[in-house]
């Protein structure tokens, strides 16, 4: 099943399809922050940021670093690990 979907799928939309359903993830994420920061919790919102910022930074950055995309591919290749 899984292969017929794959092969029915633009390689493109499979690609980006991983990464894009971080977005909703991260509205959710600002919302509740600034929910937060509206109901004075100080601590919620600054955990909720600190969490935000991680999940951009490594989270993001490391589906960009994976083989197969174009920074992981000029990466691992300079490093002659693929």
Not at 20 to 27: E, G, I, K, S, Y
Not at 52 to 60: E, K, Q, R, S
């Amino acid at each position: 099943m899984i292969d017929a979907i794959m092969e029915f799928l633009p390689a493109a939309l499979i690609t980006f399809g991983v990464m894009f359903l971080l977005v909703p993830v991260a509205l959710f994420g600002l919302f509740g922050a600034f929910w937060f920061l509206v109901k004075g919790n100080i601590n919620g919102h600054r955990k909720t940021m600190q969490s935000l910022y991680f999940g951009a930074c490594v989270v993001a950055g490391g589906f960009t670093l994976l083989p197969g995309r174009y920074l992981g591919d000029l990466l691992w290749g300079q490093l002659a690990l693929i």
